[in-house]
């Protein structure tokens, strides 16, 4: 980890900053919370006034301090050089002398006072530096901390808008990964970022006290070259010493209402008020030392929470709190188990876990409520530790098998399916021997162990058709029991997913216009074929369906988080996917990649995430960027892939590496994905069948051809007509001659009738282009595809000394890209993309953009 923290130069604010300054007469106030980075930005804005100043600037400096707060003019000895202010019988005279000695001094030059912790200064002090700003002259330049509470004479000031004021927020999530990264050397997992965000609220010094707590305690580690959390996030004595020095500054009564809330936060306010006064209360709210906010009951009722402003505060008075006075908070606060209704889903784990704390008993039953409300969360870990804690507690029979599937889910998604397989096992065998007329509805309950176990199976053990046949099975023996039509939709839903995750679409073809046309979300069983369906078209080559349905349907899986956790990340992948191998780049981009709601970041939707945006900036012939992203995806992917996406991310890399002229990696990729097993993959696998077509075709293999014929025909056979379609350009790319001899023209033109996807026309153009051996149509057919997203091997770079970003330019001027359309595809000058397009020119030996796409060929053989 780098000795110095990085700055993050926060261009925004600090234009806004210096127009504010530059627009009122009196200046400019930077306000935030502590850790904001206003100190940082003051710095910033007045290295900016110096440099644009005519004249060199007078700085006069200010600086509040908790030690003189209550000191008459404490902060004030650089303004009242040379003045005698006890001799001064009013303010406005001192204020006034002040003002005058200042200009005197100055000379004629700028004045300018600077004022740190505006929010710490005597009234005196603040008084001092707000009259002397309304007699003119002189600027201020403020900062102070939003949640303290603020000296009206300076908050006078920009009520009556003689001073400008500027809102500092904390980091946001880009901002405190690109710190990260900086920091940390190399790239961060997305679920390290988010967890640090959350504990610090994008607080620049928690964060930064925080990471390197946690890289000492190597709870922070580096694996295969990326940073990633292996354990919960812990602050050091240092942060504990912080939080400690803040804690004196209160009253005993204040103190004991932040150690209640850091305890068991967040807690409900009905059930915090009987211990905390309406007076305390409202004063700490008012100084943003509490927050309210809005919790999730288990019945997914909004409940008002009490918070403290960042969870590491909390994490450091837990520490602090000495077991006995801890004991003590929970005996005040929860005399008795609270009601799931009257508790957030968070507050019923930290309620839970502050209960183990103390050594105190917790029924099973709910204990394994609060595990379910972790897994609803996405905590992984508490959702192991207390299905475990439940389990142990000896619990009755259903509580143990609710227990056991909590924990088997858990773990399935900690990539530990053998495990996740003997506790659902244990589950069943324990289910079966239970009276039916104790389990109600025990059929459900079957079908929910079974559904659990053939996930694992599938997506663990990549074992989908006995997965299937299981399912099957199951629901067979159900339905002839005298199952109800909710289980037969559930079924059918099921099988269709199954199927479609195993890469047969056929139950999903066949469900498609019912899809399309019944009710929204017609059962919550029916979401989980909405992705499966999307695919399903999407190869096809019924695109404008596909992207019907998905808009249809992203909204309510979206907001549908209970049964079926994932399918909203399901459906929003399988639309993004879907735009991008049909040409729609714009709406993929738009869209994005991030399947992720809000707080809920996990290991599997990090590498998902930087391989969809990397297979996204590759269709844009970005490739250097999408490299980079590839390969954080495949060290993500290494570390633990739950679900079987790898292979998909290994063939776009293969074929990313081949472009920016790693041609040894992307060999070592395409046997890789031949040697990867499948998984839930399988629904991608025309878009990797394609990608591995492609790299081989331009590493020179002589299978390219053979791969491109096999891929038509297995396409052919399953009616993919899109992924046919491709195939077939595919075919003609790396064999004219054969393409030409078997008819491959007149059947994508037969393909084109059936397909609507926006790159179909372009395909088909290169194809005939191919076979009519008209150069100039295969040019403008080549650049039509490029904007498209598709790349084709005559495009590659080869084995000259080009950097990466002249290996994309050269790249993108084959496709027939002009520098414009160049310089805003890769968010660069049109007078960059010159510089660079005259090095590559130099380096291939020719003068002119006709000439580079032979050029690179022959450099290439």
């Known amino acids: 980890m780098s000795t110095s923290w990085p700055s993050l130069r926060r261009e925004r604010l600090l234009t806004a900053a210096v127009a504010a300054f530059a627009d009122r007469r009196g200046g400019v106030v930077l306000r935030g919370q502590t850790g904001a980075g206003k100190s940082h930005l003051l710095r910033e804005v007045r290295a900016e006034l110096n440099r644009v100043a005519p004249e060199p600037i007078v700085w006069l400096s200010v600086a509040g301090t908790r030690e003189e707060e209550d000191n008459a003019l404490a902060a004030a000895d650089t303004l009242l050089d040379g003045i005698d202010a006890p001799a001064m019988r009013s303010g406005r005279k001192l204020a006034k002398a002040a003002h005058e000695a200042i200009l005197e001094t100055a000379a004629g030059r700028p004045v300018v006072i600077e004022v740190e912790n505006a929010q710490l200064l005597d009234s005196d002090s603040a008084e001092l530096v707000a009259r002397i700003a309304r007699l003119g002259g002189i600027k201020l330049l403020v900062a102070s901390r939003s949640t303290a509470p603020q000296r009206a004479a300076l908050v006078s000031l920009w009520t009556d808008e003689l001073v400008g004021r500027i809102d500092v927020p904390t980091l946001a999530p880009d901002e405190l990964e690109t710190i990260l990264w900086s920091a940390l050397g190399g790239p961060v997992e997305s679920a ?368 549908y988080d209970a049964a079926l956790p994932r399918v909203g990340a399901e459906i929003h992948l399988s639309t993004f996917l879907l735009h991008v191998v049909s040409g729609r780049l714009g709406e993929a981009r738009r869209l994005g990649a991030d399947p992720r709601p809000p707080g809920g970041a996990t290991r599997l939707d990090s590498a998902l995430t930087f391989a969809g945006e990397a297979r996204l900036l590759s269709a844009e012939g970005r490739w250097h960027e999408a490299d980079e992203k590839f390969r954080i995806a495949r060290q993500l992917f290494e570390i633990r892939d739950p679900s079987g996406f790898s292979a998909w991310a290994f063939a776009s890399e293969a074929h990313c590496a081949l472009m920016v002229g790693d041609h040894e990696r992307a060999e070592a990729l395409c046997r890789r994905v031949d040697h990867t097993p499948m998984r839930a993959s399988r629904a991608f696998e025309a878009d990797i069948r394609a990608q591995v077509i492609t790299t081989l075709s331009g590493l020179g293999h002589r299978d390219a051809p053979g791969r491109a014929i096999e891929m038509s025909l297995w396409a052919e056979e399953r009616g993919h007509y899109l992924a046919e379609l491709w195939a077939l350009d595919l075919f003609a790319v790396t064999s004219p001659r054969l393409a030409r001899a078997s008819g491959t023209a007149e059947r994508a033109h037969v393909l084109l009738e059936l397909v609507d996807a926006p790159v179909a026309p372009s395909l088909v153009n290169h194809i005939d282009a191919i076979i009519e051996t008209d150069s100039t149509l295969e040019k403008a057919a080549t650049a039509q595809l490029a904007r498209f997203g598709r790349w084709i091997p005559s495009s590659m770079p080869v084995h000259v000394d080009l950097s990466p970003r002249e290996q994309e330019v050269a790249s993108l001027v084959t496709a027939g890209l002009s520098s414009a359309a160049i310089a805003e595809r890769l968010h660069v000058s049109t007078r960059t993309v010159e510089t660079h397009l005259s090095r590559v020119y130099a380096k291939l030996g020719v003068n002119r953009r006709s000439l580079v796409a032979e050029a690179l060929r022959k450099h290439s053989a």
């Open 192 to 559: 390290l970022t988010r967890d640090v965000l959350y504990a610090t609220g994008g607080n620049v010094g928690l964060a930064r006290q925080l990471v390197r707590a946690n890289v000492a305690a190597e709870t922070i580690v580096q694996t295969n070259g990326t940073w990633i959390r292996r354990g919960r996030l812990v602050p050091d004595a240092h942060l504990i010493d912080v939080v400690t020095a803040e804690l004196g500054r209160y009253t005993p009564e204040d103190r004991h209402a932040i150690e209640l809330v850091a305890l068991s936060e967040p807690v409900p306010l009905a059930i915090a008020r009987p211990s905390i006064g309406a007076d305390t209360l409202d004063r700490l709210t008012t100084a943003g030392v509490l927050r309210v906010t809005r919790g999730r009951s288990a019945n997914r009722a909004t409940l008002p929470v009490l918070r403290l402003p960042h969870p590491l505060y909390a994490d450091c008075i837990r520490t602090m709190v000495t077991p006995a006075r801890s004991h003590a908070l929970h005996q005040e606060v929860y005399p008795e188990a609270p009601r799931a209704s009257r508790q957030t889903l968070h507050g019923l784990v930290r309620w839970a876990e502050w209960t183990l704390e103390c050594g105190l008993d917790i029924d099973p039953e709910a204990l394994t409520l609060a595990a379910g409300a972790a897994s609803s969360n996405g905590d992984y870990e508490a959702a192991i530790d207390l299905a475990t804690a439940a389990l142990d507690a000896r619990p009755s029979p259903i509580v143990r098998i609710d227990a056991l599937a909590i924990r088997a889910r858990e773990l399935r998604f900690r990539d530990r399916p053998a495990q996740a397989i003997r506790d659902v096992e244990d589950a069943i065998t324990l289910q079966r021997v239970i009276p039916t007329d104790l389990m109600h509805p025990a059929d459900d309950r079957i079908l929910d162990l079974h559904d659990l176990r053939a996930d694992i199976e599938q997506y663990g053990l990549n074992e989908a058709a006995h997965a299937i046949e299981l399912m099957g099975q199951i629901y067979t023996e159900i339905i002839q029991r005298g199952g109800n039509m909710d289980q037969v939709q559930r079924y059918r839903m099921s099988r269709i997913a199954r199927h479609g995750w195993s890469g047969d679409f056929r139950p999903a073809l066949a469900a498609a216009e019912e899809l399309a046309s019944g009710p929204v979300p017609g059962s919550s069983w029916t979401l989980q074929a909405v992705a499966p369906v999307i695919l399903a078209q999407t190869w096809r080559g019924q695109t404008a369906q596909a992207v019907a349905i998905s808009e249809r349907y992203r909204p309510a899986a979206s907001a």
